[in-house]
Structures are given as structure tokens and as C-alpha cells.
T-cell receptor, first 116, second 120 residues
Framework: EPEVTQTPSHQVTQMGQEVILRCVPISNHLYFYWYRQILGQKVEFLVSFYNNEISEKSEIFDDQFSVERPDGSNFTLKIRSTKLEDSAMYFC??????????????FGPGTRLTVT | AQKITQTQPGMFVQEKEAVTLDCTYDTSDPSYGLFWYKQPSSGEMIFLIYQGSYDQQNATEGRYSLNFQKARKSANLVISASQLGDSAMYFCAMREGGFGLTGGGNKLTFGTGTQLKVEL
């Protein structure tokens, strides 16, 4: 069964450093997402991406964040200068095959980011 | 106002019993979808069940069913015959707007979750 993959599973970085979180969405999906979950809290939407551009972003997704689809398979989230409060689990998700109605978002296993 | 409210931070159920996890939602959009996800201690998000706002019947997927009461804006998850492996955090989520490729509105808004523990 196709699945969303994410690397690394755990990333430790120092405050102020740049990090790139990587995701490989399901191959025939067209919509990609990043969510984050601070420990013990609910899952929060960051950004959605369709047709090589951002389709929606939340207020959390400020200028420190960027997303990219550098090739036909990877989808990345970059945090330019990490802060302590960026420590969270980051989930990538994908949806929509382009045929018919598709509603389910398939989530990856997550990347736990720890900023020290 | 919260878009998704889960009022039960923790629930206990005995193995083989049924359990209902509550979820209420708030939207003025006539077109929306409601989702339940399971998050075990390992952290991944597992899709369980979906209910569309125009669906006439309650959704069912194996031991999971969704008790959809549109007038009350509730979408409770019912797990029948609980198993030890059902112990996890359960999140209710909503997507507002249509389901097409264009127009955005695909983001999911999550509730705060219910921690379910199944006991022997």
C-alpha cells in the first residue's frame, strides 16, 4: 500500500540554525500539507501546496518557514532560523489523485524536531 | 469559538465493550467533512473514518462507526468490541468547503483529542 514517508524521524538542532524536513508524498497525489503538533497539544495546520505553489497557509507559517517541491517526488519544509518554540512533531500529508472526489489525507510518520 | 471540540480528555473502557468518543463542531459552511484519526504512542496519525455533510447514512468502517447528528453538530466515534490495541489518542477533525482540487480549503482543523485506554 502506498504511504507517505518522512525523513529524518528525529532532528535535533540548535536555536538559530536552519533545518529542512523532507517528505515523499504518495506518488499520484496532487495536494501536499505540513502540520505540526507541539508535545501534548493538538495537530495544527501549517501550509498546503498545490500545482507548485502555496494554496493556503496559517498564521503560524511566517517568513521563517518555506516549502518547496524540488523534484517530482520530494516535498520539503524549511525553517530558516529555529526557535525553541519550533520544537514539535511535524507531519507531512498528501491527498487528491485528481480523479473523482478524494477526501482522505494520508499522513506520514512525522519528524520530531527538538530545538535546544 | 473552537471549530472542533472534544470534551473528554481521557476515557477508560473494558476490553470487548463499546465506547463513544464525543466530538462537536462549528461551521457555517454547508459543505464539510468530518474525520477521525488515531494516534498511538508511536506518534503516527492513522485515518479511521470519514463523514460528509451531505451523506445520508452514518459512516461505518469495521468496528468504527460515526454517529453523525447534523442538527446537533456532533460527530461521535463509536468503537465496538474494544481491543487492547485501541489504546491511543483519538482526534476529530473537520474540513470546510468543497472537495475539489481547486479553491483550497483542504486543511484539516483538529480537536484537542481524547486519550482512550482499554483495560482488561
Amino acid at each position: 500500500e502506498p504511504e507517505v514517508t518522512q525523513t529524518p524521524s528525529h532532528q535535533v538542532t540548535q536555536m538559530g540554525q536552519e533545518v529542512i524536513l523532507r517528505c515523499v508524498p504518495i506518488s499520484n497525489h496532487l495536494y501536499f500539507y505540513w502540520y505540526r503538533q507541539i508535545l501534548g497539544q493538538k495537530v495544527e495546520f501549517l501550509v498546503s501546496f498545490y500545482n507548485n505553489e502555496i494554496s493556503e497557509k496559517s498564521e503560524i507559517f511566517d517568513d521563517q518557514f518555506s516549502v518547496e517541491r524540488p523534484d517530482g517526488s520530494n516535498f520539503t519544509l524549511k525553517i530558516r532560523s529555529t526557535k525553541l518554540e519550533d520544537s514539535a512533531m511535524y507531519f507531512c500529508a498528501s491527498s487528491h489523485t485528481g480523479t473523482g472526489v478524494s477526501y482522505e489525507q494520508y499522513f506520514g510518520p512525522g519528524t520530531r524536531l527538538t530545538v535546544t | 469559538a473552537q471549530k472542533i471540540t472534544q470534551t473528554q480528555p481521557g476515557m477508560f473502557v473494558q476490553e470487548k465493550e463499546a465506547v463513544t468518543l464525543d466530538c462537536t463542531y462549528d461551521t457555517s459552511d454547508p459543505s464539510y467533512g468530518l474525520f477521525w484519526y488515531k494516534q498511538p504512542s508511536s506518534g503516527e496519525m492513522i485515518f479511521l473514518i470519514y463523514q460528509g455533510s451531505y451523506d445520508q447514512q452514518n459512516a461505518t468502517e469495521g468496528r468504527y462507526s460515526l454517529n453523525f447528528q447534523k442538527a446537533r453538530k456532533s460527530a461521535n466515534l463509536v468503537i465496538s468490541a474494544s481491543q487492547l490495541g485501541d489504546s491511543a489518542m483519538y482526534f476529530c477533525a473537520m474540513r470546510e468547503g468543497g472537495f475539489g482540487l481547486t479553491g483550497g480549503g483542504n486543511k484539516l482543523t483538529f480537536g484537542t483529542g481524547t486519550q482512550l485506554k482499554v483495560e482488561l
